[in-house]
């Protein structure tokens, strides 16, 4: 989806959060967007019941996490037309409300507040606490708190509480329980405990769901109390129920892999509980690794050209007519010019030598307005009297206006250039040298690197197939085989947005168009999206909203070319972006069918105040707290890119046709209660620079209102190795503004 589309559509709330690592980009990569009130709007503010579920969980995962599963239904639970119930994760202490969570309190204006896992909740006046001794017995406290009876129940394992599976289930039962408006209970391995056979004769229980496995006695116990069950096996099982009792459009992915050692553990823990304010299906990814980017440093190759590799772009010189005004052959009577020491000898052809000064790089090319450094090159003859040229005279070093001895070349010849300057070339091979002058000289050039994947060390190399790109990388060798070479099976080329496997696993393929370093991404984006598109077609599904919920290392950004260079010729730099517009191509390869966003926030605590905000936003709306009419732009626009110019001179128009008031950018202050916010300047992983302001990882502060933001910089979206990753985060969502709103 785009931006614009997003700003038309009525969503509840909208939080764009856009990560550039190209300078232009007019896709937008990251934004929750959510519909479907879960209140009625004919309700009037005052008159709803507002309850907040305030659940405790434990900094590291534990059964408590079970037990904050088992209490989103009862958002579903008290949820109607005269009261709306939303919840939030506090550390169990209750003593540890942050600033956003006090705002969001303050707003909200809860009139009952259920405390489930909590000890206390500061100073606030709790209606009811319950803080049990296991996601068991708690399980059955919330069912018998909130449910007189329920007819119908789920019910899954939760041990071993640590186990992918048994949590994975854990979210799908959580979300079919939510969608049904009943309990979810835990079951153990063995006999049911007593109080678990007293919930369900006190809840008059008759029909049981049971995600995955449980153990043979508790199933006889349910055929001889006459209890029916259907057990249920897998996410589309689960999904499949779902739809035969409501309509859904909304679906969200996560992945359960990610409760440890990410960057923010236990996202997937939220899922179900967004899922519950929009009728919505969870879908926890099946046996998906946590994600591994790796970003691998290239070198400049000073050996020999890479075997099985030809990387090249060629240049001719023809007689007095160049391919380019730039180097035309110069007839001259003047001999060059050798060092002192040197011991050359070559002649004149007809009483002239051809002298040129070529430019470092292709005509064309790159970075040929950008260095400034030029070759002087002469064409001689090697005896007295020849009727044609057969020498070339080429200045390597671009330091010295006179020729050494190791500056001389025949056809077939290969110069080596210097390697201080990572754009630059490696070599060049004189490919044809005729007596009349003309000269075809073949640029070759690459870096080289390794990858380690597993403990295995590959040898790569970058090269550049497009010859009008010289001194830009697009295309990727790996020595799989260890062989030295680089033409067997499988070893390439790659290009950006490339699948490939390494040791049995799939990552997704970034190049750096400078050739700087290498992405290597893992899961690979199209494994997980192979995965959605096959769920969704076996239960029929076709979501209009898709909510990823996760930080990239356990869903990663798909990986696709700018699109910005649709407007650019093909020698242009290549850059490519992280996006999560793939993942909506459910329907159509072409177009996405789904309006994807994505969830995530710098803890677990953060994200779940996120969610409440968006479950309770026209609530909010009704009670005043309105988006603003007004607008800021802030650009520190080049004069030489005019493509960016133009976005940011037509963004701000547009805004002013459809009466936005445009503000100006003076200090961190203007940010705030606005409803769009454009910032554009020179970014790195660290920073943003915004003119006088520039914003560091360790800023701290919070936009307190829905914000649309687009931020339009280079380089941070990219994930350096030697940055605290929640700090980047910060820093990359502008320290804590748009989770916070």
């Known amino acids: 989806m785009t931006g614009y589309r997003a700003v038309k559509n009525k969503f509840n709330v909208l939080l764009l959060l856009i990560i550039f690592v190209p300078i232009q980009i007019f896709l937008i990569n990251y934004c929750v967007c959510f519909s479907h009130p879960i209140i009625n709007p004919s309700s009037e503010p005052n008159e709803m019941a507002r309850i907040l579920l305030a659940v405790g969980i434990d900094n590291e995962s534990n059964w408590r996490d079970f037990l904050a599963l088992a209490s989103f239904p009862v958002q579903s639970k008290l949820n109607s037309s005269t009261s709306l119930c939303v919840s939030l994760l506090f550390p169990t202490s209750g003593l540890e409300i942050t600033e956003s969570q006090s705002e ?64 994975r289930n854990a979210i799908m039962a959580s979300n079919l329980a939510s969608s049904l408006n009943v309990p979810l209970i835990y079951v153990h391995e063995g006999e049911l405990q007593e109080y678990t056979k007293d919930t369900l004769e006190r809840l008059s229980t008759k029909n049981i769901f049971i995600i995955g496995d449980i153990d043979q006695s508790a199933l006889s116990y349910f055929t001889q109390k006459g ?20 309509d859904s459009e909304y679906l969200v992915v996560t992945n359960p892999a990610d409760r440890n050692s990410t960057y923010v553990n236990r996202l997937s823990l939220l899922a179900s509980s967004l899922a519950a304010g ?29 075997i099985g590799v030809l990387p090249s772009a060629t240049y001719i010189l023809k007689g007095i007519i160049s391919l380019s005004a730039h180097n035309t052959w110069t007839s001259t009577q003047d001999p060059p010019l050798f060092a002192n020491d040197s011991t050359l000898t070559v002649y004149p052809v007809n009483g002239t030598y051809a002298h040129v000064n070529a430019p470092w790089t292709f005509p064309g090319g790159a970075w040929e307005y950008i260095l400034d450094d030029y070759h002087m090159m002469y064409l001689a003859a090697s005896k007295a009297n020849q009727t044609g040229f057969d020498v070339l005279l080429f200045d390597k070093s671009c330091e010295t206006l006179s020729f050494n001895n190791d500056e001389i070349f025949k056809e077939g010849d290969i110069i080596p250039l210097r390697h201080d300057c990572p754009y630059w070339i490696c070599n060049i091979k004189v490919e044809k040298l005729d007596p009349n002058g003309t000269l075809v000289l073949r640029y070759q050039f ?37 062989d030295g070479r680089f033409d067997g099976k499988n070893e390439g080329p790659y290009v950006t947005g490339d699948s490939i496997d390494i040791s049995g696993k799939s990552f997704d393929v970034a190049i750096d168009p400078y050739g700087m370093y290498v992405d290597i991404i893992g899961p690979s984006s199209k494994e997980i999206r192979s995965q959605m598109i096959l769920f969704c077609h076996e239960i029929s599904f076709s979501p209009k909203y898709l909510a990823i919920m996760g930080l990239m290392d356990s869903i990663p950004y798909a990986i696709t070319k700018d699109p910005k260079n649709i407007f650019l010729p093909p020698h242009e730099i290549q850059e490519y972006i992280p996006t999560d517009v793939e993942y909506g191509r459910i329907e159509n390869q072409d177009l996405p069918s789904s309006l994807t966003g994505r969830i995530f926030a710098k803890n677990i605590f953060e994200a779940s105040c996120l969610i409440a905000r968006t479950l309770s936003y026209n609530f909010l709306r009704q009670t005043g707290i309105e988006w603003n009419r007004e607008a800021l732009i802030f650009g520190t626009i080049g004069s030489c890119d005019q493509l960016q110019a133009s976005m940011y001179l037509n963004l701000n128009n547009s805004l002013k046709n459809a009466n936005y008031i445009m503000k100006g950018f003076n200090s961190l202050q203007d940010l705030q209660n606005k409803s769009i916010i454009y910032l554009n300047g020179h970014g790195t992983p660290y920073s943003i620079n915004l003119g006088a302001y520039n914003l560091e990882i360790n800023t701290n502060w919070t936009i307190q209102t829905p914000t649309f933001v687009l931020l339009d910089s280079c380089n941070i979206g990219n994930f350096p190795n030697d940055v605290d990753v929640n700090s980047y985060l910060l820093n990359v969502l502008l320290i804590e503004a748009l989770w916070q709103f």
């Open 227 to 246: 209890i029916l069950f259907r057990q249920l096996s897998s996410a589309a099982d689960v999904a499949s129920i779902i739809l035969e009792n409501k």
């Open 446 to 482: 690459w870096k080289n690197g390794c990858i380690a994947i597993n403990g295995v060390n590959y040898e790569f190399v970058l090269v550049c197939s497009d010859p009008g790109a010289l001194g830009t990388y697009n295309a990727l060798y790996i020595d799989f085989n260890t």
């Open 104 to 167: 969001f309190i303050s707003q909200y204006k809860p009139t009952e507040i259920f405390a489930i896992g909590l000890q206390s909740l500061e100073s606030y006046n709790i209606n009811m606490i319950t803080n049990p001794s296991s996601e068991v017995n708690g399980s059955c406290e919330i069912a018998s708190c909130f449910w007189e009876q329920s007819e119908t129940i789920v019910i899954t394992k939760s041990v071993p509480v640590n186990d992918e599976q048994c949590y």
């Open 278 to 306: 929009r009728d919505g299906i969870v879908y926890p990814l099946s046996e998906i690794p946590l994600y591994s980017q790796k970003q691998f440093n290239v070198n400049i190759l000073t050996s020999e050209e890479p």
